[in-house]
């Protein structure tokens, strides 16, 4: 079983920027693919972006060219570059974990940006 455990969530103002990271409890070389995803009030979760264990990248449309994943592979750590926060980017940011055909998850961290 992973565990993760993210941590870099808080408060910051629209325009600004916060950096996730979400450190795994084995080493990442044995998990095919890692992300994160996010659940904002009311609406569904969505992904946010995600690495494979070759560093292919995948964005939601709503972050590209604000958000860039990338993996620490000393550290077992995946993180989250966030710029130009928008109010809309409020949400719970979850970091996840593929390996051997199951999903893992971590405990969540709030991001909350006001305008």
């Known amino acids: 079983q992973v565990q993760l455990v993210e941590s870099g969530g808080g408060l910051v103002q629209a325009g600004g920027s916060l950096r996730l990271s979400c450190v795994a409890s084995e080493s990442i070389f044995s998990i095919n693919a890692m992300g994160w995803y996010r659940r904002a009030p009311g609406k569904q979760r969505e992904l946010v972006a995600a690495?494979?264990?070759?560093?292919?990248?995948d964005y939601g449309d709503s972050v590209k060219g604000r958000f860039t994943i990338s993996t620490d592979n000393a550290k077992n750590t995946v993180s989250l570059q966030m710029n130009s926060l928008k109010p809309e980017d409020t949400a719970v940011y979850y970091c996840?974990?593929?390996?051997?055909?199951?999903?893992?998850w971590g405990q969540g961290t709030q991001v909350t940006v006001s305008s």
């Open positions: 996840t974990a593929l390996r051997r055909g199951v999903n893992y």
């Open positions: 690495i494979t264990k070759l560093a292919a990248t």
